[in-house]
């Protein structure tokens, strides 16, 4: 199943041109090294780009009634929970599809959603399960594209100026730099770029300071830009590279 193999194959993906290489190979032609100096998610200043956990109940109690119509088992709890999703749509992680799962374990919950991808396939459904920032959801099959593309529109596709990676790259490997911090690194103003960003949701910038005199803006990378990057989480950043 390559969705649950290569996180980011969605559509969307192609707003945007980005890739891991050139995100990385622009942080550290910008820094001036091959070495890495990648922030860890443990960092003061790191991001969560994980979605706030699911409110955890027990689906096997007896008030879910089986029947034969509708039989309780591992693959149709976890076809439930991709079904009715998040209200803000974003990826639900094995962690917490397991945790709402007596007996299952968080390695199962890839194989069981691998189950449910060849049902959908054998059986033509009309949608199918895939691996995205993280955590997985449930979308309409590729091959009903254009169908999609009839209530939203169809994608337009884009690339990313140098100025805008740039500012994506520094992002990245350091989650929670200022817009000082950044023009520093740049060698230039940087403020229409980051706002441009910003309305794309490919970073987000959040206030620190409880006093408004002190309030300094600090920007993170976004579950849609780890997604067009095709990164589960910043974990995955190379840290060391032989760029030559």
């Not at 199918?128 to 994608?155: E, W």
């Not at 230039?188 to 309030?215: A, T, Y």
């Amino acid at each position: 199943m390559d969705e649950l193999q290569r996180p980011g194959n969605s559509q969307d993906d192609d707003e945007v041109g980005l890739s891991l290489e050139e995100l990385s190979q622009t942080y550290a032609r910008m820094m001036g090294s091959g070495e890495i100096p990648y922030q860890n998610a443990s960092h003061e200043n790191a991001v969560s780009v994980h979605a706030e956990p699911v409110e955890q109940f027990d689906p096997l109690q007896d008030d879910l009634i089986e029947s034969d119509h509708c039989p309780i088992t591992p693959q149709s709890i976890l076809e439930a929970i991709l079904f009715v999703g998040r209200p803000d749509n974003k990826p639900i992680s094995p962690d917490e599809i397991a945790a709402l799962m007596r007996g299952v374990r968080t390695e199962e919950i890839t194989e069981l959603a691998c189950e449910l991808n060849r049902q959908y396939a054998q059986d033509s459904h009309a949608i199918h399960i895939v691996s995205t920032g993280g955590g997985l959801r449930m979308q309409l099959a590729d091959q009903l594209s254009d169908l999609r593309n009839r209530f939203y529109g169809k994608i337009r596709e884009s690339r990313l100026s140098q100025t805008a990676i740039d500012c994506l790259a520094l992002i990245a490997y350091q989650p929670g730099i200022t817009r000082a911090k950044i023009e520093q690194q740049r060698g230039e103003p940087s403020g229409s770029v980051l706002n441009q960003l910003v309305r794309r949701e490919l970073i987000e910038m959040r206030r620190s300071g409880e006093e408004k005199q002190n309030r300094i803006n600090r920007y993170y990378p976004t579950e849609r830009l780890l997604k067009i990057a095709g990164l589960n989480s910043l974990d995955e950043l190379p840290q060391v590279e032989d760029w030559n």
